[in-house]
């Protein structure tokens, strides 16, 4: 993990934002208020820094009326408080207005595994694709954070940034809407998003495989799927196994292609534990993407 | 105030009528009517030919279903032609059973799922005060509506945060299931707000409750009208 946590470089940007644009606001439900008070930007920003109690439902609504009125909205919480509690209100008071707002999401799919499933959240990126236009960003490292954050606060769409307590040890040079090519292989090509990636080196380092890093899953870079060598398509992501692989079927219609999906599959888990038991139970540490793509690609794969 | 147009409130049955086929209209559309033409013939600051002003009063429609009214009357001041009315609710309209404010010039909120209205014209009347605009924030619900859970987050929160520009106008047509305790009034005062109640179909009555001062504190208005049948 580095230095800042990707929640800690949240509120640190957030908070510059809020000092150099005064478009830019923030709308929280308790959580992740105290943050922004130890930082100043509760007392420099009261008017933009707003704290609706915790009432999720009117968090997102308060970000739909801010958008209608010409400010961009950062609106935090916890993962299922964010997305799956209030997700009507996304649908109604956000897209179906015609507006946008940034929500960026702490939690992840089981960062907080010892409080169970009502704080686990596995599904939340499936959840919006039932949604149109949304800017999906899945950042492995603080760096990454910032990057993602600068570049919503440009824009006016519907932006989710998808945090997490977990990091890989180096950020990647990103550009936002892009996958970002590691290394190249000729077996496979293994799609690492966000906080995958360290997990996913470790799993492959003697296979010749190609490794595109996505920070960024909508749009789904579809051309940089496709300029790459083997038509056997790994896809590792930190949430709902599956989630993107209509993306992989879209990208390669026209080209014969195998695609395993891995990911946190979809049951009702009744598991505390550590985000690190969780990962192994669900094959997503090191050991379980290795053995799962070599299943898959048959023989060894090394190079 | 909005543009003059040749209509006036006794047009408005005929406005409808080119909607609804007949001179019967539901009690969804009517209930609504005397209070949509009120705020649009004496209280809302905006002009049709500038429907974009930033500065501009909104109306948030939360009650969406019933839009017969609300069209009747954006027609008779001039936000929409009277013969686009005549297209209501077919494929290619802009009019449909709830408004979608994408579609319609003056329109501010796309309606339909209840309890969204309020809350969204709380983010409304925040980034309003942000932008340090003067304009004014209306909000129109049913009383029914009043039972979405949703609605008590805002009616807590914009009490709290004293937002003076804000106005609710509920539609009481005794229509809600389980009603509420001490009538609806109450049920905004205890949340701080500045309250009346009056005949809803009594238009010096509504326009009277609705331009009163209420400074530090959010207004609603519980505007009475005969129940369902």
């Known amino acids: 993990m580095g230095a800042v946590s990707q929640r800690e470089r949240f509120a640190e940007v957030v908070s510059d934002l809020l000092d150099t644009d005064p478009a830019v606001a923030v709308v929280l439900a308790d959580i992740g208020v105290g943050r922004f008070e130890e930082i100043g930007a509760v007392a420099r920003h009261p008017d933009r820094v707003i704290n609706v109690g915790i009432r999720e439902q009117l968090m997102i609504s308060v970000a739909g009326g801010l958008a209608l009125g010409g400010l961009r909205a950062f609106v935090h919480s916890y993962t299922p408080f964010l997305i799956e509690r209030p997700f009507e209100q996304i649908k109604l008071d956000l897209i179906h207005q015609g507006v ?130 083997s038509d056997d398509v790994v896809l590792v992501e930190p949430y709902l196994e599956g989630t993107s692989a209509a993306e992989v079927s879209a990208a390669l219609l026209d080209r014969p292609h195998r695609l395993l999906s891995i990911g946190v599959p979809n049951g009702e888990y009744r598991h505390y534990g550590t985000p690190a038991e969780h990962e192994a139970a669900h094959g997503l540490d090191a050991v379980g993407i290795r053995r799962r793509i070599l299943e898959f690609v048959g023989g060894d794969g090394r190079i | 105030m909005t543009t003059q147009t040749e209509f006036r409130y006794d047009d408005l049955p005929s406005l409808m009528t080119r909607m609804t086929g007949d001179e019967k209209h539901s009690t969804a559309a009517t209930s609504t009517l005397d209070v949509v033409w009120v705020l649009y013939d004496r209280i809302l600051s905006i002009d049709p030919r500038d429907p974009a002003d930033p500065d501009r009063d909104r109306f948030f429609l939360s009650k969406g279903h019933g839009p017969m009214a609300y069209y009747a009357v954006l ?65 129109l619900l049913g009383d029914a509506e009043l039972d979405e859970g949703s609605n008590h987050e805002a009616i807590a929160f914009a009490g709290r945060y004293a937002l003076d520009r804000l106005t609710v106008v509920v539609i009481d047509n005794n229509s809600s299931s389980h009603a509420w305790p001490g009538g609806i009034a109450r049920r905004f005062e205890v949340e701080g707000w500045s309250t009346a109640t009056v005949d809803g179909r009594d238009h010096n009555a509504i326009e009277h409750a609705l331009g009163a001062a209420h400074a530090g504190s959010p207004r609603a ?9």
């Open chain 1, 100 to 229: 946008g707002a940034v929500l960026v999401s702490i939690g992840a799919s089981y960062d907080a595994a010892a409080e169970g499933r009502t704080h686990q959240s596995p599904g939340d990126i499936a959840l919006l694709d039932t949604l149109p236009g949304f800017e999906i960003h899945v950042p492995g490292h603080a760096d990454e954070v910032e990057v993602l954050l600068r570049h919503a606060a440009t824009g006016t769409e519907p932006v989710y940034v998808r945090l997490t307590e977990a990091a890989n040890r180096s950020a990647m040079p990103i550009t936002p809407g892009r996958f970002h090519l590691v290394r190249e292989g000729a077996v496979a090509t293994v799609i690492s998003v966000g906080p995958t990636l360290d997990a996913v080196l470790e799993a492959t380092s003697d296979l010749d495989v190609t490794i595109l890093y996505s920070a960024t899953v909508r749009p789904f870079d579809r051309p940089a799927l496709r300029n790459s060598i």
């Open chain 2, 75 to 139: 027609a008779a001041k001039g936000f929409i032609l009277p013969d686009v009315l005549n297209t209501f609710a077919t494929f290619d309209s802009p009019l449909g059973h709830h408004p979608d404010a994408t579609l319609i010039p003056g329109v501010e909120f796309a309606a339909g799922s209840l309890g969204h209205g309020l809350p969204v014209a709380v983010g409304s009347s925040l980034a309003l005060g942000i932008n340090g605009s003067p304009a004014r924030v209306f909000c």
């Open chain 2, 221 to 229: 208005v519980v505007a009475v009208v005969q129940g369902k049948y």
